[in-house]
Structures are given as structure tokens and as C-alpha cells.
């Protein structure tokens, strides 16, 4: 069996899981939303006196499903996640209901960017963002550790100089 050559890199599942504490990043992503729809139905419960009982029942049926949602499934999600980068190419799987994979070759890589927001900084997280000569867009690789996430820019921008071809 030959090696595939690397334009012809294959599909296969990625291999390292993300820090454990991307759980608590999706979990305060998770219980965020329904935390702020829970504010503005108790307001409006609170101003709409006619229609509390129905805003106060929404609300916590809002406060229930986020609850569930926000503990329960970053668990789910931390199983599922995953990254590797070889020497051929960048490989991601990621996703909740719909699982993604994406195998994205160092010969079409053209830029590569960690980013970090507040709540990652914060955290010691980084989002890896490979940009690809791909109408598919970019291979992000969200909640890696920080020290990694800059590491890996700097080997994957050292290896993508040394692929031969011109990432188009």
C-alpha cells in the first residue's frame, strides 16, 4: 500500500482530544443564552402583570432545557471534538447533532491564526484558525490550549513554507 501523496491526503478521524477545560468554555457558552432569554422573560413578566404567570412558566421552562443543555452536553461534545496535524495535512472533527470532519492539506494551507477572545484568554484557550485554498473556508480548531494553539501556528507556518506548490 503506497502512501498517499499530498494533494491526495485521506479522511481519517483526528486523534487528540482539546484541554478539559474547553468543557467549561461551552458550558458558560451553553448556559449563556438561555441564562439572558430567562432575564428578559422575568422582566417582562415583572412589567406585563396580566401575562406573568405565562412569561414566569416560559422562563423556567427556558432555565430547565438550559440547564440540561449548558451541563449535559459540553460532556457529549468533549468526546466527540477533535485535532491532529501530521506532516501531510490538518485534521479537525467537530460538531453536535452534525459531526464534521476536515482534513485540510499543508500544500493548500495559506494562512494560519490563533485568536483569542476575552472568556479564552481568560481561560488559557485559543481558536486555531487554518485558512485554506478551499470554497469550504477555513479549518478551526476551537479550545485549544493557548501555548499550543501558538505553537502550532508557528510549525504549521515553518511546514506550509515548505510544501511545494502555491496553496491555490
Same mark, same amino acid.
Given at each position: 500500500?503506497?502512501?498517499?501523496?499530498?494533494?491526495e491526503v485521506?479522511?481519517?478521524p483526528p486523534t487528540h482530544p482539546l484541554p478539559p477545560r474547553v468543557r467549561t468554555w461551552w458550558r458558560i457558552h451553553a448556559l449563556g443564552w438561555p441564562g439572558a432569554a430567562v432575564v428578559v422573560l422575568l422582566?417582562?413578566?415583572?412589567?406585563?402583570?396580566?401575562?406573568?404567570?405565562w412569561l414566569g412558566l416560559a422562563a423556567g421552562? !427556558?432555565?430547565? +432545557?438550559?440547564?440540561?443543555? =449548558?451541563l449535559a452536553l459540553p460532556a457529549y461534545w468533549y468526546r466527540v471534538h477533535r485535532w491532529e496535524v501530521t506532516d501531510e495535512a490538518v485534521y479537525?472533527?467537530?460538531?453536535?447533532?452534525?459531526q464534521e470532519w476536515r482534513a485540510a492539506p499543508l500544500s493548500r !494551507?495559506?494562512? +494560519?491564526?490563533?485568536?483569542? =477572545?476575552p472568556l479564552q484568554r481568560r481561560l488559557g484557550l485559543a481558536t486555531l484558525v487554518v485558512t485554506t485554498a478551499s470554497a469550504k473556508g477555513a479549518v478551526t480548531v476551537a479550545g485549544l490550549a493557548g501555548d499550543?494553539?501558538?505553537?502550532?501556528?508557528?510549525?504549521?507556518t515553518r511546514e506550509t513554507r515548505a510544501v511545494p506548490g502555491d496553496a491555490t
Open positions: 500500500m503506497t502512501e498517499p501523496s499530498r494533494d485521506g479522511l481519517r422582566v417582562l413578566a415583572w412589567l406585563i402583570a396580566p401575562a406573568a404567570a421552562v !427556558v432555565a430547565a +432545557v438550559g440547564l440540561v443543555v =449548558g479537525t472533527r467537530s460538531g453536535y447533532a452534525w !494551507v495559506q494562512t +494560519v491564526d490563533p485568536t483569542r =477572545g499550543e494553539a501558538d505553537a502550532l501556528a508557528h510549525r504549521l
